[in-house]
């Protein structure tokens, strides 16, 4: 629902967007608008930092007892020095956006927030140069 949404953004931007969910009638205990944001906000993401050309990808898989979904671009990537920071209130990555081009630098401080009230957690990996990608574990019902 939530690609079919956004996709129109992708298109125009020359970015692919694919999405591979196994278990998509999944349930989860969380609130349905809050995880609405988190998406919109890892997608929007995910969209700012990969060029035309790229791709971004959506994926779900179960492991155990918890349910696995990576986001992942094809994008410029995050340096490792700054990969320890870019949950941190107000920090930016890209030194050359500011507040007018690149948003205010809560975006990920707010995905953390509200994954962690779910039980969720979230972990991230870059290179540079070839990607970012985020990894949410959510816990499953019993």
Do not use: C, W
Request: aromatic residues 8%.
């Amino acid at each position: 629902r939530l690609g079919r949404k956004l996709e129109p953004r992708f298109t125009a931007a020359g970015v692919s967007l694919d999405i591979h969910l196994e278990n998509r009638d999944q349930r989860l205990f969380a609130d349905e608008d809050k995880l609405d944001q988190v998406f919109i906000n890892l997608l929007d993401n995910a969209l700012s930092y990969t060029e035309s050309g790229g791709s971004v990808s959506i994926e779900s898989a179960r492991r155990g007892d918890r349910l696995e979904v990576r986001v992942s671009d094809t994008g410029i990537g995050i340096a490792a020095e700054d990969l320890p920071h870019i949950f941190d209130r107000f920090y930016r990555a890209d030194k050359s956006r500011s507040r007018a081009s690149g948003g205010s630098g809560i975006g990920l401080t707010i995905v953390r927030s509200y994954l962690e009230a779910m039980g969720a957690e979230i972990s991230v990996t870059s290179t540079p140069g070839e990607g970012t990608a985020f990894t949410i574990m959510f816990p499953l019902p019993s």
